[in-house]
């Protein structure tokens, strides 16, 4: 298993697995066109690329945007004995 997540939900219970990719949206209440709607807000997206690198991505969503911005992409190279860096992260808005 390539990656692990540990999700806990007060009132609802906890969630622990491991899986070759994973894939979790985070989605929170908001007031659109006063309505009251679940909005998918953040995601989080794991898998291993062709070259087998682990690559993590942190999206964010608002309805007011064109489309979505990628907060972070954290990467590490496991399998890769020459790395010296155990874990890569790029911080900034990248439109995804």
Do not use: Y
């Not at 087998?52 to 064109?66: K, S």
């Amino acid at each position: 298993m390539e990656f692990r997540l540990n999700c806990k939900a007060e009132h609802a219970g906890r969630l622990v697995a491991t899986g070759t990719s994973l894939d979790v949206r985070v989605g929170q209440r908001i007031l659109r066109n006063g309505q009251e709607q679940m909005w998918d807000s953040v995601r989080v997206h794991a898998r291993e690329e062709a070259d087998g690198t682990l690559t993590i991505r942190v999206v964010v969503f608002n309805p007011d945007w064109d489309g979505p911005l990628q907060l972070a992409c954290i990467q590490s190279h496991p399998r890769d004995q020459k790395c010296l860096t155990p874990l890569g992260c790029r911080l900034g808005h990248v439109e995804s």
